[in-house]
Every structure is written in C-alpha cells, then in structure tokens.
C-alpha cells in the first residue's frame, strides 16, 4: 500500500457470513475497519471489533440500515471522522427471498430492491463523493452473484436485484476511473453462510409442497460449496494497490457453476 495512504476501509453487512470474513482478512491485510449491519446485531458487530482490535489494528462499529439514505451519509462520514479517511468501501449487505414471479408480492419485491440495489447505489455514491473529494483514489465493492449474470428458478426478484449491481458497478467503474477509484463485485455461487442453508430450506420445503424428490446442490465444476474466505480473498486482492488496472468486472466466485 502507498505509505501515504492509510488503509482504512469500510464493510457493510459485517456481522456473519461473507461480511465478517472480509473484515477479518482486510485486518490481516493491515486495515483499520468500520463495522456495520443492522442495528439488532450490534452484539455481532462489537465481538467482531474485539477480534479486529486483537489484530493489532483500529476499527469502528457504525450500524445502520443500508437501504437508507441517512444511514448511508452518516456510516460514511462516522467512519471517515473515526478512522480518518476511506480507502475501501465494500458494499455486502444484501438479503433474500425465494420465490417465483407470480408469488412474488411487490412487497417482497421492493423489499429486495430497497436493500440490495438502492442500498448499495448509496454506499457507492456516498464513498465516491468522498473518495473523489479526497483525490487520493480508492477501491468500491459490491456483492453480485451467480443470479446476477444469468436468472434463476424462484429467484426473479432477488436475481433483479443483483443484475442492478452490475450495472450500478459497470457504470460507476466508467465515471471514476479517472479518479483513480476501482469499481468491481464479486459474483458468489453457493457459500456456506446463513443466508445459503436459508434459501436451501426454502427450495426443499417447496419441493415437498409440490411432492417432488428435494433437488440436489446446485452442480458446479470443483462439486462443493464455497466458504466465505474464497469470497474474502477475492475482495483481499482487489482492494490492494495492485489491482489498480482492474475495474467495471464482475468476478465469479461459484466453484465453475453451470446453470440450467
Ligand atoms: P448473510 O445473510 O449471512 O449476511 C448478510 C448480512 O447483511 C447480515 O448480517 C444482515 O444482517 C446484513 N444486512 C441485511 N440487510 C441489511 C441492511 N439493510 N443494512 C445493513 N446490513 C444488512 O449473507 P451472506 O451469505 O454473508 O451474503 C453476503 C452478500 O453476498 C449478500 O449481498 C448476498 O446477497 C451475496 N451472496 C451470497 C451468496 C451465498 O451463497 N451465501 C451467493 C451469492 C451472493
């Protein structure tokens, strides 16, 4: 990392899963972290700060709800105020639900959108005002997935939202390029988090409803789901220094997945 910049980067979503992973690699990779997930897991957030502060570096819990606007303005400026700067934004947070384009209520559908899409819009616009105005560059992530480049069974709303991402990512990547900001996501298969053994419920409970035998794991070429850390490592390396000349991608962390 350039010695004049401190490596200060902020993870939305933070509390389990792929979120937790990523703070605890780019801790190990020598930044200062903010921590933030919804307020109701504020516990998660602050055992998760004792591991970062055992790692010998700074770190900040700002919960919020990321599909709100003043959520997102105040997690910036707390984090930028706390820890002194914003270097990397990594925009996780997301949720789900299953279920076909006639079930989906648009309750559920705008549910979906406010988290996934208008969430991550405004961790990206909020860290790239800041980034932009700070002028020394910077590195902005979102969480795509396998469902974001091609759509799948039961997923309409929830594969919307994650086509919104890359979009979002492409786009951005364009306008502040110049400004020596990268804009990538990472695209995961099955992960083995909450949110994976969630939406394999829901597709076995829908397999009985119908009376079918349950589907197996989706198939992909390696045959096992991913851990969390494959999706950190990715995030690892394209928040260094060295992966200046890689912007606008989606990169697909699914272990070769093959959808039908
Ligand atoms: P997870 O459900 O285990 O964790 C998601 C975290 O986001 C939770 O701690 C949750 O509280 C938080 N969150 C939800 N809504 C929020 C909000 N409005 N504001 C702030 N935080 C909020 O999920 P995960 O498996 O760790 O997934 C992380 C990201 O990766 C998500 O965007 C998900 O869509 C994506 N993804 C996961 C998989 C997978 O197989 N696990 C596959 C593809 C994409």
Redesign the pocket.
């Known amino acids: 990392m350039h010695a004049s910049l401190k490596g200060i980067a902020l993870v ?2 933070a ?5 937790q992973a990523i703070v605890l690699r780019l801790a190990d990779d020598g930044f200062d972290v903010a921590l ?3 307020p109701q ?1 504020g516990q998660a957030l602050d055992s998760l700060a004792e591991e970062v502060r055992a790692k010998g570096r700074q770190v900040v819990v700002v919960p ?4 709100q606007e003043e959520d997102v303005k105040r997690i910036v400026q707390e984090t930028t105020e706390k820890l002194g700067g914003l270097r990397v934004m990594v925009a ?5 639900r299953m279920g076909s384009l006639t079930e989906t209520s648009l309750e559920d559908f705008e549910q979906l959108f406010a ?2 899409a208008r ?1 991550t819009f405004l961790c990206y616009k909020y860290a790239a005002q800041y980034m932009v105005a700070q002028g020394r560059g910077g590195r902005i992530l979102g ?1 795509s ?2 469902v974001g480049r091609r759509g799948g069974m039961e997923y309409a709303a929830y594969s919307g939202t ?1 086509f919104a991402i890359r979009g979002l990512t492409q786009s951005a990547a364009l306008e502040l390029g110049r400004h020596g900001i990268t804009v990538n996501c990472y695209a ?4 083995d ?4 053994r969630f939406l394999r419920k829901g597709r076995a409970d829908k397999a009985t409803e119908r009376g079918i035998v349950t589907p197996a794991a989706p198939f992909n070429a390696v045959g096992s789901d991913g851990k ?1 850390e494959d999706i950190a490592s990715i995030v690892s390396y394209l928040a260094s220094d060295e992966a200046h000349f890689i912007t606008g991608q989606t990169i697909g962390v699914d272990g070769g997945m093959v959808l039908s």
């Open positions: 939305t979503g509390a389990q899963g792929i979120g933030n997930d919804v897991k919020g709800d990321v599909s996780n947070a997301g949720t789900f988290v996934n969430g969480a997935s396998v994650k995961p298969g099955p992960i988090t909450d949110m994976l969390a």
